[in-house]
């Protein structure tokens, strides 16, 4: 089937092949079969193709009584380099998204094929920074960038963000995570089918206070005591898994376990220091030995009574 072309540059493209189509039908290039030619089909007569792929067109000459005329030597003709090439063989090969018709040319006549550029498939996604620490509640923005399977970045690609826990880590549809508690999320970015993840890790907010009770302390050698440390942000606002380190100054006097638990170990005083990032307090806690009968001196012997 023939078919016109629809732009100015298209027209002048297909002049030009058949003007180049002509002059070979008179030269040596052409068939020995010197049947003229009435019309040239091109199959597919549309088709798509992707950036950087290729498609095979296949050109059928006729003769003005509708029959096949074989040994005709075809000329192939690209409307636009710049979105598709084709081969002497038809091989149309795309160059950028975009249409273009391809024209097969033999004997003064010509047949049309629209193709299609599309953009090239995605085939990953990175998405960067691929690991992050925010503190909670904080926020931290998430960039993500399609390849193509060489490896060029793609533009203008969507991209849908989705947690795993958004219970420890949300994300919006433009790539903003939140912090909402401590934890480890992942976060993914997809498109095409293709996944791209990114971990964020999510901490406590900085502490800024800590008060421990009780603050003073009097215990006997052996006892024990639990102390509580309260622990807040710069809002006043109470952390409450905010990550504590406990520590005595004189672990003779008064040991503490890892908990806050205190217990007397000899006699005198001793510092109790609860510590979270930079903020700490202290308690104190006195400790009285135990006076046992034989260190109170010698006893006095009585007199017997005669």
Excluded: Y
Excluded at 103 to 124: D, F, K, Q, R
Excluded at 193 to 222: D, M, W
Excluded at 261 to 278: C, L, R
């Amino acid at each position: 089937m023939t078919r016109p072309f629809c732009s100015a540059g298209v027209r002048r493209s297909i002049a030009l092949a058949l003007a180049i189509a002509a002059l070979a039908s008179c030269g040596s290039s052409t068939s020995p079969n010197n049947g003229s030619v009435g019309s040239i089909t091109v199959s597919p007569d549309t088709d798509s193709v992707a950036v950087g792929a290729s498609v095979t067109l296949q050109a059928t000459v006729m003769s003005p009584a509708g029959q096949v005329v074989s040994g005709q030597h075809v000329f192939w003709n690209t409307g636009n380099p710049s979105v598709a090439t084709v081969s002497e063989a038809g091989v149309v090969t795309g160059v950028a998204a975009g249409q273009v018709q391809i024209a097969a040319s033999a004997g003064g006549a010509s047949g049309i094929a629209t193709i299609n550029v599309l953009p090239p498939p995605v085939s990953s996604v990175s998405v960067t920074p691929p690991l992050d620490t925010i503190a909670r509640p904080g926020t931290v923005q998430l960039t993500a960038t399609a390849f193509d399977a060489q490896h060029n970045p793609l533009a203008n690609r969507t991209f849908t963000w989705s947690s795993n826990l958004p219970n420890v880590a949300n994300v919006d549809a433009n790539g903003l995570v939140t912090a909402v508690a401590t934890g480890s999320a992942t976060i993914t970015a997809t498109s095409e089918g293709k996944p791209g993840t990114a971990t964020v890790v999510v901490v406590p907010p900085p502490v800024a206070s800590i008060t421990v009770n009780p603050p003073l302390n009097t215990l006997t050698v052996g006892d024990s005591v639990a102390l509580t440390a309260t622990a807040k942000d710069a809002s006043g606002n109470v952390i409450l898994d905010a990550p504590i380190t406990w520590s005595s100054n004189n672990t003779a006097v008064a040991s503490v376990s890892s908990t806050g638990v205190v217990t007397a170990k000899g006699g005198g005083t001793a510092t109790i220091t609860a510590q979270s990032g930079s903020a700490s307090n202290t308690a104190s806690v006195l400790v009285i030995p135990i006076i046992s009968p034989s260190s109170a001196g010698p006893s006095t012997p009585r007199r017997s009574t005669p």
